[in-house]
């Protein structure tokens, strides 16, 4: 293997050094998308409402089926590539990325036209009533043109990482978080666009973004780019069913949130979804940095695989569950002492009985999160050894059983 790639480093480089230089992008890259989020959320909350924030809230379950997708092609693929670098087989790398661009393309292609076309459907069938059925179907409709984008922007920054590039792919998050505040300030602060200037702020924010990272893999920069797809399809369902885990954690997420959703509008109404949509930001921050550094991890141990070095892929391992834990640890502390203040941040002054309702959930589903910690590390693990089945059953075993904590 040529001591130039970057992925000879991955390999033979100390394994503390490797994991910082891969685990610390990823995390510093999900807290800048996670703020961008919760931005989302403060300039909802205190421009436009919280009964819209709470509109939102109700559209989740179908977006997160919408990443889960996303999430499920572009992870399951990435480890495999990963394992052709680690074989020094990089053609086949650049091979199963082309694949899965053009798969990700058409179903989100798909799920764009479900979602424009059929949004008051879904919209009901999450739970929208009234005020808010009429906020959930001009949010959907706009933000359904940019799922394609959406698609190529996460699978770009996935094969980033497995082709050596964390701080590249850090630096194509960074600009969608920065695109998508300054975005927010104008379509939602400025012009009073409401939910559809939201809407728009993501999904502009994701195509800045995604050209941010584009010439990576249309120039000589790296090993993978695109190329024309030959050969036979079938790694692209074992890449799938790879990445299914990935699926299942991201819709566990949606699920956990309908649940929550349809008892507090059952009865509470709006308010009470609307006070679960503050701690949903604040949880969602949270489980993006367990996925950064479940993301760090994932390329580090796929092309180990691919390598045959079984004692620096356990090493990785350890450090990411180590990690997390640290992590949860200090956002729970977080959480439990500064609740008030945190809350406070999504509402605008008068909001005081969701304010105290907000506040009650986070005194409920703080410990949640360690073991969210754990799921991710061992998941991440798991995904990158090409072991779909144990990574599915602790994603399955998650989707199943959080809900009922």
Request: net charge neutral.
């Amino acid at each position: 293997m040529n001591k130039q790639t970057s992925n000879y480093k991955m390999i033979n480089e100390r394994a503390s050094r490797e994991f910082f230089r891969f685990a610390f992008p990823s995390v510093f890259g999900m807290i800048a998308i996670s703020s961008a989020i919760v931005v989302d959320g403060i300039f909802i909350g205190n421009f436009v409402g919280a009964i819209p924030l709470a509109s939102v809230n109700l559209i989740m379950p179908f977006i997160t089926v919408v990443w889960g997708v996303i999430l499920m092609f572009a992870s399951g693929s990435a480890v495999i590539a990963g394992k052709y670098l680690g074989e020094d087989n990089p053609n086949s790398a650049c091979d199963i990325f082309s694949k899965t661009v053009v798969v990700i393309l058409f179903a989100m292609i798909l799920l764009s036209i479900i979602s424009y076309f059929s949004p008051e459907y879904i919209s009901f069938l999450l739970g929208a009533r009234n005020e808010t059925l009429a906020m959930c179907v001009e949010y959907l409709k706009n933000i359904a043109w940019f799922y394609p984008i959406f698609g190529f922007a996460v699978l770009m920054s996935y094969f980033l990482r497995i082709d050596g590039r964390p701080i590249y792919a850090f630096c194509g998050l960074l600009s969608t978080t920065i695109a998508n505040i300054l975005l927010d300030y104008i379509f939602v602060a400025r012009l009073d666009l409401g939910l559809k200037g939201a809407a728009l702020a993501t999904g502009l924010a994701f195509v800045i973004g995604m050209t941010v990272v584009l010439p990576h893999f249309l120039g000589k920069y790296g090993s993978i780019k695109f190329i024309l797809p030959h050969g036979s399809w079938r790694e692209i369902p074992r890449a799938a069913f790879n990445g299914f885990s990935e699926f299942l954690t991201e819709t566990s997420a949606g699920f956990i949130v309908l649940v929550f959703n349809w008892i507090l509008i059952t009865n509470i109404g709006s308010m009470g979804v609307a006070a679960f949509t503050v701690v949903d930001y604040l949880m969602y921050f949270s489980m993006l940095i367990f996925y950064g550094v479940g993301d760090g991890i994932s390329p580090l141990v796929s092309v180990n695989f691919g390598a045959k070095k079984p004692d620096r892929i356990f090493t990785f391992f350890k450090m990411g569950l180590l990690t997390n834990l640290i992590i949860a640890a200090f956002v729970t502390v977080l959480l439990l002492s500064l609740s008030e203040e945190m809350v406070g941040i999504f509402l605008p002054s008068g909001e005081e009985d969701i304010s105290k309702l907000s506040i009650s959930i986070v005194s409920i589903v703080w410990p949640m999160l360690i073991f969210a910690g754990v799921n991710v590390a061992f998941i991440s693990y798991f995904t990158g050894m090409h072991c779909a089945k144990e990574s599915a059953l602790i994603a399955l075993r998650v989707q199943l059983f959080s809900p009922f904590y």
